[in-house]
């Protein structure tokens, strides 16, 4: 147990994000992620660049971003939901501690349960430490610190964080971001993408931004998300009950 | 400086009020938070512990608002109601760690006194998740009090007790009380507030009802009248016994049937089924018109 | 309190006779319970007694649901053809809101009470234990059932408005017969793993989240094995070259196993995979693999004793 406040924060918050069943589904997605390379593998499909296209569009659409939605909202959004946040809460500790704190967690579970997967299944894939494979890796970090943020924020703002998480990965990332390009600017897959393809260069990643684009705008996400759910934490009220 | 002070203070969701206009002091000592339910306690409680914002007027404790306010929670001890705690940890984990989120020196040896306190020294290994009701209130009273806090907040904290951890906890918050710490609880239920607390602040319906000592104000309300509506068979003949009783002030012929005063409610409801047989008078309802809780305190507001 | 004598007296205390009366009517028994429980399970997979917001899901998903049925019949009117093909519909359109009600809905049916702890209320009623999960099973397959078969219907009344004469509406109705027996699978696989999955928590947030993570990474999953296949780009393909590995792409997935099945069974129209060929029977196989699946964790579910 980590002593300090964020320390005992962050130790209360890992074990009751890894203390669930919860915690076998985050591996779930990243598992099918490099089962499904290493099948792939053997079985030597006919398009040559299909790594980067289960990667990129299976890994950083499908396993990443949904990896971080499960990760990110139960690092706050359980305790919020059940009320046990109020122990938390009554005391001195500042609420940018514990927002920090969570967030710092959640992203470092979302580095392990994604970014080392998706390096793993590109090592596979491409045989080797490629520079796909490090783009991948690099860019799925970033999308852990990124995502995390946005969901931390999610969790504070609305008790049903999960369901307005789906909506943004479905509606906004996926159906909008490919077919609207305004919406791409807003997207924090296309950042993850972004850096990911500046140290990968590889077009089948189909990343939009360049990586000036994707790292200021992930960098400005990110604050603005952690400093909204500071600013509302701080602001936690307690429903009265009925009684 | 331990005083929790209200000024005009009201909350509302919309268009319901749920405190209204509240102006109160709560000082050292035990104050009771007396009211039925839905009355607003919790509200109220959630407003002092900086919880809930007013929507007006000005709430201060010790002196500093409690809204948005972290730095309060360095005197301040909240025993929410709902049982919601981290059900994973140990007890003693809990404590500890809300020890360590008070930046105690020693949270270790805070913790250990304050579970000796509550009396949890046996439990504090095993997980919440194992503990009843009562046991997982005794440990959130540990932890509101591991940093040894003026101000003590309670919300219904004898919920789920049984009657020997229902005494123990009111030995504990007398003796924090004597201690000079101002502690302030909630409950709907009479006599544990009568017990326990010198100081009542009644709230019915958002307003405060009645403040003061316990004891000046139960006089107020027995020496008020108790009303009562009769449906009878014959009601005058009813009503000219009754007036000739000394526990009964008033008798009126309404159309709505016989309306009684009376200002002895234990001589009347004894007497009421004799005197109806004497008369030979059928007695087919008796309806207290101020029965509730309600109604007596709504005396008290416009008194 | 009305005062009367009491009923029966003892030494210090009292019974007193309330008028307290036992029903001696009759009793409807199970076959009521059960339909009553479909009822009302119905009623709230589409929204209705809960209030506005538990309908917003429910129509505007049968709203744009509806939107091409209407868009073609307004088309047909104008003198153009039927282009929206009875066994397929659209199917991305499909996909997407099936997810999105199935992943919304199917929790409010079952989460809600495993969350509140009814069951044992329901139990201790003449309700045998499979009776619970088979009523919220048909409901929802009902629900599923109107929300994918009325907007064909729509389209055929649409398109037989402006027919010329029995044969051609005879040949719609040849057309549509199919499309309503494949819309009937979507609607008891989708809903019997929809709920099946939104069994396994209490809580609504977590039930959603895994209902729309399988069919999600599923669906993508299927339309990237069938690109790298050698098929036409994900999720729009099945143009591409007919290999091995894009006819199996879509056991992946629940609903391109769907449309494997459908072309196995003779359907014409273009899907999202290539057409099975002699793959076509693991497509039924799968078919009946996810539906066992889905009904044996329902019922092992609901049977488990501690379910309280």
Redesign the interface.
Same mark, same amino acid.
């Given at each position: 147990?980590f002593?300090?406040?964020a $320390?005992?924060?962050a130790?209360?918050t890992l074990? =009751?994000t890894m203390?669930r069943k919860?915690a076998f *589904?985050f591996a779930l997605?990243a598992v099918?992620l490099v089962l499904?390379t290493a099948l792939?593998k053997i =079985?030597h499909?006919?398009?040559p660049n299909?790594p980067s296209?289960?990667l990129g569009?299976?890994g950083f659409?499908?396993?990443l971003p949904?990896t971080a939605?499960?990760i990110g909202?139960s690092v706050l $959004?359980a305790e919020i939901?059940? $009320?046990?946040v109020?122990? @938390?809460?009554?005391?001195?500790?500042?609420?940018s501690t514990v927002i920090l704190s969570k967030f710092a967690v959640g992203t470092v579970l979302t580095m392990i349960f994604v970014a080392v997967p998706e390096l793993i299944a590109a090592v596979i894939a491409t045989g080797g430490l490629t520079r796909l494979a490090e783009g991948l890796f690099v860019g799925a970090l970033a999308g852990s610190v990124i995502y995390n943020a946005v969901f931390v924020m999610i969790s504070v703002l609305t008790t049903? =964080?999960? =369901?307005v998480g @789906?909506l943004y990965l479905?509606v906004w990332e996926s *159906?909008l971001g490919n077919f609207v390009s305004g919406a791409r600017i807003l997207s924090v897959e296309q950042y993850s993408l972004g850096i990911a393809n500046s140290i990968a260069s590889d077009s089948n990643l189909n990343a939009h931004l360049g990586v000036v684009t994707a790292v200021v705008m992930g960098a400005i996400v990110t604050v603005g998300a952690l400093a909204l759910a500071v600013r509302r934490l701080?602001?936690?009220?307690?429903k $009265?009950?009925?009684? | 400086m331990s005083t929790i002070e209200l000024r005009n203070v009201s909350r509302w969701y919309g268009n319901v009020v749920?405190i209204n206009d509240i102006t109160m002091t709560v000082g050292p000592g035990v104050t009771g938070l007396l009211g039925p339910?839905?009355a607003?306690?919790? &509200?109220l409680l959630?407003l002092m512990?900086g919880?809930?914002?007013p929507s007006r007027g000005e709430l201060t404790v010790g002196g500093a608002p409690s809204w948005?306010n972290?730095?309060?929670?360095?005197q301040?001890?909240?025993v929410? +109601?709902?049982p919601?705690?981290?059900s994973?940890?140990t007890g003693q +984990?809990?404590v500890r760690? &809300?020890a360590?989120?008070?930046?105690l020196p020693d949270p270790d040896r805070a913790a250990d006194r304050a579970i000796g306190i509550v009396e949890m020294a046996d439990a504090q290994h095993r997980k919440i998740s194992t503990y009843s009701k009562g046991m997982r209130q005794r440990i959130?009273v540990a932890?509101?009090l591991v940093?040894d806090p003026e101000l003590l907040l309670l919300d219904?904290p004898f919920n789920g007790m049984d009657p020997r951890q229902r005494l123990h906890m009111m030995d504990l918050l007398e003796t924090l009380g004597d201690e000079g710490r101002t502690i302030l609880f909630s409950s709907?239920i009479l006599e544990e507030v009568e017990r326990l607390s010198g100081t009542i602040q009644v709230i019915v319906a958002g307003r405060l009802a009645a403040s003061g000592d316990f004891r000046a104000i139960r006089r107020l309300m027995t020496s008020r009248p108790h009303v009562f509506l009769l449906h009878t068979s014959d009601d005058r003949r009813i009503g000219s016994a009754l007036i000739g009783s000394p526990a009964v002030t008033g008798v009126e012929m309404t159309g709505r049937g016989l309306q009684v005063k009376a200002s002895d409610y234990g001589a009347f409801s004894r007497q009421i089924s004799g005197l109806t047989r004497e008369q030979g008078v059928q007695l087919r309802a008796l309806l207290p018109e101020d029965e509730s809780l309600e109604s007596v305190f709504a005396y008290l507001v416009d008194s | 309190m009305t005062a009367e004598n009491g009923a029966l007296a003892g030494a210090g205390g009292v019974i007193h006779d309330i008028g307290y009366r036992r029903y001696t009517g009759p009793r409807l028994g199970r076959p009521a319970i059960v339909r009553a429980l479909v009822w009302y399970s119905l009623r709230s997979s589409v929204g209705i007694g809960r209030g506005a917001k538990a309908k917003i899901i429910p129509v505007i998903a049968f709203a744009v649901m509806c939107l091409p049925a209407v868009a073609n019949a307004v088309a047909v009117a104008q003198g153009g053809h039927r282009v929206v093909p009875y066994d397929t519909y659209i199917f991305q359109l499909r996909v !997407?809101i099936m997810?999105?009600f199935v992943?919304?809905q199917a929790p409010e049916l079952v989460s809600r009470d495993l969350r509140s702890h009814v069951l044992p209320l329901y139990f201790c009623r003449p309700l045998r234990r499979l009776d619970y999960p088979l009523a919220k099973l048909t409901a929802f397959i009902l629900a599923c059932l109107a929300l994918i078969e009325i907007p064909l219907l729509l389209l055929y009344l649409g398109t037989i408005a402006q027919a010329g004469g029995p044969s051609a509406i005879w040949d719609q109705t040849r057309a549509l017969i199919p499309g309503l027996l494949i819309g009937l699978l979507w609607a008891v696989l989708l809903a019997s793993i929809g709920l099946a999955l939104a069994s396994l928590s209490g809580?609504r #947030?977590?039930a959603?989240?895994?209902i #729309?993570?399988y069919f999600?990474?599923t669906w993508? !999953?299927a339309g990237?094995?069938d690109?790298?296949?050698?098929g036409r780009g994900?999720v729009t393909g099945g143009l591409g070259?007919a290999?091995a590995?894009a006819r199996l792409s879509g056991l992946v997935s629940p609903f391109t196993t769907l449309d494997g099945v459908r072309q196995w069974l003779g359907g014409r129209s273009r899907g999202p995979i290539p057409p099975p060929g002699g793959y076509g029977p693991l497509y039924g196989v799968m078919f009946l693999l996810l539906l066992a699946a889905a009904l044996g964790l329902l019922v092992a579910r609901y049977r488990k004793a501690a379910i309280s």
């Open positions: 147990m002593s300090g406040q $320390g005992t924060v130790s209360i074990r =009751a203390g919860r *589904l997605p099918v499904v792939l =079985a499909p006919a398009a299909w296209a289960i569009a299976f659409a499908v396993v949904l939605l499960i909202t $959004g939901d059940d $009320g046990s109020v122990h @938390l809460l009554a005391t001195p500790v500042r609420r049903r =964080a999960i =369901a @789906l479905l *159906l701080a602001a936690y009220s307690l $009265g009950d009925a009684v | 749920a339910n839905g607003g306690k919790s &509200t959630h512990s919880f809930l914002e948005r972290p730095d309060i929670y360095r301040l001890g909240l929410p +109601e709902r919601s705690v981290y994973f940890l +984990e809990f760690a &809300t360590r989120l008070h930046k959130k932890a509101a940093h219904e709907h | !997407l997810i999105i992943a919304a809580r #947030a977590y959603t989240g895994s #729309a993570i999600f990474l993508i !999953l990237l094995l690109s790298v296949s050698g994900p070259p290999t590995g």
